[in-house]
Structures are given as C-alpha cells and as structure tokens.
C-alpha cells in the first residue's frame, strides 16, 4: 500500500477476518485426509485408479518435518502417482521422498543443507551472489523435475506448480 501497488480500500475490503492455519508439521493427523484428496484428484487428472497409500509410508510421513508444508505434499503425491503401476501408492513409487528425509548426517534436513550452501556463497562473495544461487536451485530443481517426468512438460510444470509457458521460458525450450 505505502508504494501504491495495492490499493488500500481494496485491503480494508479484505482484510475482514484473518485465518491463521497452522502449518502441516502441527497437524499430523490431518495427513490422512490431505493424502487422500491429493490422491481422488490425480487419479481424475492422471486418469489413474490408485486406491490410496501403504501404511510404511502413511508412517513416514507421520514422522517427516514437512518444511514444504502442504505443497511438499502433494508434489510428493503426484510425482510418486506419475511413477505408480499399482493400485496402492508406496515408498518405492513415491519417487525421491525417501532422499529427502531427514537424515542422522551432519546436514540432517533440507534447511541446512541450503544453509551450508548459503553460508559458502557468502563466503566466496561476488557482485550477484542472490541471483547466482536463485538461478542454480531454480535451475536444479526444473532439471530434477523434468527427470522425473521424463521430459513431459505438462507435468512437470504442474509439479512445480508453474505454467508450461513459464517452464518453457525458464528452460529456453519449446
């Protein structure tokens, strides 16, 4: 509002009642119910028939942190239902979310890993440190994306949650 960009009538007009929704890592038992959302409306999309997921991997994410919260989630959904040939979504088909876990090494999460990265970027200095990082991860993560996908574009940007027209500008490919 202060630089004019969002007009302040508009946000009194909004901003009526605030709704906190606390993040999924506070609300494990409502992991269940979020899973199997995801699961109905990727089987509409994916034209699957998956009947939801095995108990060793409800389990894990029981126990996960969800740093990603409930996007996390269903990417981790959608990609293990793009790699699923049966009818119950488990670890294995589940793609890279065993890789992602936690681990008991010394960079235990995703967070630190970024922030052992952060901490050697700024240490090596340079005029574009952000932009340099932001690109690299920005440009891993398509990469990884497009791996798992099998180069499909559609689904991979519907993985990250971008339009094919954003995929296809940021990867220069048509």
């Known amino acids: 509002m202060d630089n004019g960009e ?3 009538d508009l946000y009194w007009r909004l901003n ?3 709704i906190k929704v606390p993040p999924l890592r506070e609300r494990k038992d409502d992991i269940e119910n979020i899973v199997q959302y995801f699961i109905q409306r990727f089987n509409r999309e994916l034209d699957k028939e998956i009947k939801g997921i095995a108990p060793e991997l409800l389990n894990e994410f029981q126990v996960y942190h969800w740093p990603g919260n409930v996007r996390e989630l269903q990417s ?5 239902m793009v ?3 049966k009818d119950v979504l488990t670890l294995e088909e589940s793609g890279s979310f065993s890789r992602i876990r936690p681990s008991s090494g010394k960079a235990g999460n995703m967070e630190e890993i970024l922030s052992n990265a952060a901490n050697e970027l700024l240490q090596k200095g340079g005029p574009n440190i952000y932009k340099e990082a932001v690109s690299t991860f920005e440009r891993l993560l398509i990469e990884k994306a497009l791996d798992l996908n099998k180069n499909n574009q559609a689904l991979t940007a519907r993985m990250l949650g971008i339009s094919r027209n954003t995929l296809k500008a940021k990867t220069g490919k048509d």
């Open 6 to 8: 969002f007009r302040e």
């Open 16 to 18: 009526v009642v605030s």
């Open 76 to 80: 981790i959904i959608q990609r293990g």
């Open 83 to 85: 790699l699923c040939q």
